[in-house]
């Protein structure tokens, strides 16, 4: 049985036009810059799975793929909206809205690197999502999911009764199990920006070339 009642698109639309968007940006944005440092310059196809205000997109889309193409999903069009009025201008980057469980890429598009800050646990099945995702990487291809909900975060235990919102509580061992399970290699896991919590972790792993 669902015990909350809200669904995440309903948070996350009233997120978007009130304060918590910009407020998750000012939350996320270190783990992001380091979590980034991983990713290679390319000329390829990236996409990031919940977008929220826009902030790491219009960062990839300026740093690493300004000679690329920028994807980006968000099941919520506020938050399209909102992204769209700071990204509407980069060519390189397209932005919709969508559950990314259903979700396709143009026919035949493929990426080189997929990356998620904050939005897995609002699967029903995360196992679901690191498949459908290992599924669009292109050969060598990296997935990057980071997580501030997870059972060693003991501070964000409270997380879905304080938003009423369903999330899944997976470890860091899950997130690792969940990427070998996917046929993923080369799994890296790292806490980042550890203060007062256990940090944001990062799960990294690429396509077998
Ligand atoms: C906690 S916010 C994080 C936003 C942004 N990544 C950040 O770092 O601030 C989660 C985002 O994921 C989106 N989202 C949640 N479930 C999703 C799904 N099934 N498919 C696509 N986007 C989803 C929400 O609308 C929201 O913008």
Not at 92 to 110: A, D, K, M, Q, Y
Not at 118 to 144: C, D, H, N, T, W
Not at 199 to 208: I, R, S, V
Request: net charge neutral; hydrophobic share 35%; glycine share 8%.
């Amino acid at each position: 049985m669902n015990l909350f009642s809200q669904k995440a698109k309903d948070l996350f639309n009233k997120w978007a036009v009130d304060y918590h968007a910009d407020g998750m940006e000012k939350g996320h944005i270190n783990s992001v810059k380091q979590s980034f440092k991983y990713i290679p310059v390319s000329n390829g196809n990236y996409l990031e799975i919940g977008f929220g205000n826009g902030y790491s997109i219009e960062h990839i889309a300026s740093n690493q793929y300004s000679n690329g193409k920028c994807f980006g999903l968000d099941i919520s069009e506020n938050m399209l909206e909102k992204a769209s009025q700071r990204l509407g201008f980069f060519p390189n980057v397209h932005l919709e809205t969508g559950n990314f469980i259903t979700w396709h890429p143009p026919s035949g598009t493929r990426f080189s690197c997929i990356f998620s800050m904050e939005v897995f646990y609002y699967f029903k099945e995360i196992q679901a999502g690191i498949e459908k995702a290992a599924s669009l990487l292109e050969p060598g291809g990296r997935l990057m999911v980071l997580v501030n909900y997870y059972a060693e975060n003991e501070v964000s235990l409270s997380w879905p009764d304080d938003v009423d919102v369903y999330m899944t509580l997976w470890s860091e061992k899950d997130y690792k199990q969940g990427f070998e399970k996917a046929g993923l290699i080369n799994i890296k896991q790292k806490r980042l920006n550890r203060q007062q919590d256990a940090g944001t972790l990062m799960t990294m792993g690429y396509k077998a070339v």
